[in-house]
């Protein structure tokens, strides 16, 4: 039944029968109609009004010249690749020459099939099942070429021709199945892969990224700690240099020296009542229970450092002022020798 399918003719186009010749014809839109004389051709009625002498002239065929749409019935084609496909389509075609279309071939539109059948098998023929399906563009377009080039000696053109479908055996659509299910699979542990490597580049960028700047804010804190341990040694020296210039124009003064050598045993005394508070370990003079000694020792080490600047400044301090200092040692001696 499918071999007589194949091998059936193509369905006739004309609705109706031929028009009788009563001498005044219609012609329709979009049809020619192609007249005999005595059996010979003679010409061809346009659309409109025409005149014909009846029992001379007779109208031969009837050609539409509008787009026509034929069924390929389904046909078996063997790939390159040896696998037997189940494939039929659509023709599109149109009358350009309605002579050669008459006289060029006895059924045009069946001829026209049986070509687009034998182009498909022998296209078909050169390409493997995964081009089939990857390429169906091209193999319709090397198709309708090669009915064109066949086709021009009947007046008709093939517009275009598309394949509808395509059937493949059972075990061939199951092994295609599982390819793309692999393939699936192959694609997703790509993927997989992929995004674990940008993840762990990520990590690194954002570990070296955080690595310069904890570095960065490090070297900054470091600058700004020196700049503020500079800052206040600057603070702590000028301190220091006015407290230096305040006690030199104190002592400067009257009585000056006198004054520092009662803050000088002050401190000396201050200093032998912190013993042994520090520390268990304390290294003693001899004559530690001579107080009036060491406070003398001191006051003679006061007076070795400030010699240079009294004899600088002797001939500038009034005379009173020695006499002051005596009395202030004096006393500060029998203060000493009374406490002890």
């Known amino acids: 039944l499918k071999r007589a399918a194949r091998l059936a003719p193509a369905p006739c186009r004309w609705n109706s029968g031929l028009p009788v010749n009563i001498g005044v014809l219609f012609v329709p839109q979009q049809e020619a109609w192609v007249v005999e004389r005595m059996g010979k051709f003679h010409r061809i009625l ?188 600057l603070v702590k020296a000028r301190a220091k240099a006015e407290a230096i210039q305040l006690l030199a124009a104190a002592l400067a003064q009257q009585h000056g020296n006198a004054a520092a050598s009662l803050s000088v045993a002050e401190q000396y005394v201050n200093a032998f009542s912190k013993i042994a508070k520090d520390s268990n370990t304390v290294l003693l003079p001899a004559n530690t229970g001579d107080v009036t000694n060491m406070v003398a020792q001191a006051l003679g080490i006061y007076t070795t450092l400030t010699k240079p600047q009294a004899v600088k400044t002797q001939d500038e301090m009034p005379p009173a002022h020695e006499d002051s200092h005596s009395r202030a040692t004096e006393m500060l001696k029998a203060e000493q020798g009374s406490s002890s």
């Open 46 to 233: 346009e659309p409109g009004l025409n005149f014909l002498i009846p029992l001379l002239d007779r109208i031969r065929y009837v050609q539409s010249l509008k787009e026509i749409v034929i069924n390929v019935p389904e046909q078996s084609a063997v790939t390159l690749d040896n696998v037997t496909l189940q494939i039929d389509g659509v023709l599109y075609l149109r009358v350009m020459d309605p002579y050669k279309a008459s006289y060029g071939v006895e059924d045009p539109e069946y001829a026209v099939t049986q070509l687009a059948q034998t182009t498909m098998r022998s296209e078909l023929g050169k390409l493997s099942l995964d081009r089939v399906f990857r390429e169906r563009e091209s193999l319709n377009a090397s198709i309708v070429d090669a009915i064109n080039q066949a086709s021009d000696c009947w007046g008709i053109r093939c517009l275009r021709y598309e394949i509808k479908d395509i059937h493949v055996p059972p075990r061939v659509k199951e092994s295609m199945q599982m390819q793309v299910e692999a393939e699936r699979r192959k694609r997703a542990t790509v993927l997989e892969s992929e995004g674990t490597r940008e993840s762990a580049i990520n990590v690194a960028e954002g570990q070296k990224q955080a690595q310069i700047l904890a570095s960065e804010a490090e070297k900054a804190e470091q600058i700004n700690k020196a700049a503020g341990e500079a800052n206040a040694m």
